[in-house]
């Protein structure tokens, strides 16, 4: 398992605001459909209907007139004189007579027609009534010839408006569909657009957090915003200010340490000198007091130069250098020539962009570490992976557990192991500076478990060109 020095944290789960957004412009537009394609619906079915109603009632009413005048001018066959009113071919006439139907056409049937609107014209009346014949849709229109000439009815077809209707349904429900899914691109869309303010907050305030102090918002981005920005900006202001505070008053602290330090080590250095005219209790004393002295001496060093990371005047020189010599060349400024080496072919023959000082300062913490509490450095294994190369320091020691990989890496921090030992030499500011010397030259420190059962620190750096 990977665990790196820092890293910003993922975005949540579940649906974000831009997606909830889309889905409510999606619905508010599935809604607005619906409600209009109803309305559109039913409205253009009644005006069909409507219109196509008054028509047959119309012709109906035209054709019952030139048949009851036809009836008492002359004797006629009431079937010859049905097919030679030809009315159009989406309507059928029937008429009734003497108790006998008489029929243009055999497609409706007598049977077929409402019993109750054939009495209801029987009985002096007129009436419309729509009916299903099969599976057809019909209007049947019955009038009262008067005067003994009978009943006539005609029966129209609805097929023609029902297929319209049916047209229309998909036309509106094809019209709801592309609505509602514009609907959720436009929602989209917008709450990118309306979020984007929100994004840049979160990009300066992430920037701010990974050390660059120096960024603020467009005062200008949103007039909206504007007091949301000029908070934020002000907030920023003041982080900055503190941390320049701290940064100063740890630097100051050191350099004021120094004088008496240098006075401290030069009396050291002369009361070594003379060690063999001391007791031996002042022997003892002797070396717990250069023991401390050093320890202090290396800690205003540490401290001056994190104060120089916080403060940011810590510039790296980085430039491309071949992997194998900058090894080679570390490990002979640190005399460390016994620690072994594991190289691999692509690493061996690549460049890494680097700071060569920063990198002797790293590796020089890296193994320091693991001498004081990881057993001793077993070997140092550099690979290839990809545009990096990783650099991994490893020990003889039992490990980082997985809870404190994260926090080994803070400053003034103690693992388990350190808790337990009795070497309290350390000033819990190396692995810090380690961390903030790999940050400064753009890779990724972490810790991670070694093939031995140890620890393996691994330093990741880009390649160069």
């Known amino acids: 398992m990977r665990s790196e020095v820092s890293s910003r944290s993922g975005p949540g789960t579940g649906l974000g605001l831009r997606g909830r957004i889309a889905v409510r412009f999606a619905a508010i537009a599935l809604l607005l459909s619906v409600l209009l394609g109803t309305l559109t619906y039913f409205t253009v079915q009644r005006l069909i ?42 309507s059928t006439p029937m008429l009734y007579r003497d108790g006998e139907w008489f029929a243009a056409s055999l497609q ?57 209707l049916t047209t229309l349904a998909r036309v509106l429900f094809l019209a709801g569909v592309v609505t509602t899914l514009a609907g959720a691109v436009l929602g989209a869309l917008m709450a990118k657009r309306v979020l984007q303010p929100l994004r840049e907050v979160t990009e300066v305030a992430e920037d701010i957090a990974g050390g660059d102090l120096e960024r603020r918002l467009d005062e200008s981005l949103d007039k ?125 023959a690549a460049l890494v962009v680097a700071d060569e000082r920063l990198m002797a300062r790293i590796l020089a913490n890296l193994i320091e570490n693991a001498d004081v509490h990881g057993g001793g450095v077993t070997r140092l294994r550099i690979s290839r992976h990809g545009d990096m190369v990783r650099l991994g320091v490893e020990d003889a020691g039992s490990g980082v557990p997985s809870e404190e990989r994260d926090r080994i890496f803070e400053r003034f921090a103690r693992g388990a192991a350190t808790a337990g030992s009795s070497d309290s030499s350390g000033s819990g500011l190396g692995l810090a500076l380690a961390a903030e010397n790999v940050r400064l030259q753009g890779g990724s420190l972490w810790v991670e478990d070694s093939s031995s059962g140890g620890a393996r620190f691994v330093v990741e750096l880009e390649v160069g060109s």
């Open 108 to 164: 409706v049937r007598p049977e077929d027609l409402p019993q109750d609107l054939i009495q209801h014209v029987l009985d002096g009346g007129a009436g419309r009534q729509v009916v299903y014949i099969g599976e057809r849709v019909v209007s049947v229109v019955g009038i009262d010839l008067g005067e003994d000439r009978g009943a006539y009815f005609e029966v129209f077809s609805l097929v023609d408006v029902d297929n319209t």
């Open 224 to 348: 909206d915003l504007a007091g949301l920005t000029g908070s934020f900006n002000s907030m920023a202001d003041t982080l900055q200010d503190r941390i320049a505070k701290e940064a100063r008053f740890a630097s100051d602290v050191a350099h004021e340490l120094r004088t008496p330090l240098t006075t401290l080590t030069t009396s050291l250095s002369v009361l070594e000198g003379r060690q063999d005219e001391l007791s031996p209790q002042g022997r003892e004393a002797l070396e717990l007091l250069s023991s401390d002295v050093h320890r202090l001496e290396q800690t205003a060093a540490d401290l001056i130069e994190i104060a120089q990371h916080d403060a940011g005047v810590a510039v790296p020189d980085l430039e491309p250098i071949p992997v194998a010599s900058l090894i080679g060349r570390l490990l002979s400024r640190l005399r460390r020539s016994d620690i072994a080496v594991d190289i691999d072919a692509g690493a061996s």
């Open 49 to 90: 209907l409507d219109d196509r109603h008054a028509s047959s009632i119309e012709q109906a009413t035209g054709d019952g007139s030139v048949i009851a005048a036809t009836l008492d001018a002359a004797a006629v066959n009431p079937s010859e004189l049905l097919a030679s009113i030809r009315p159009p071919s989406r």
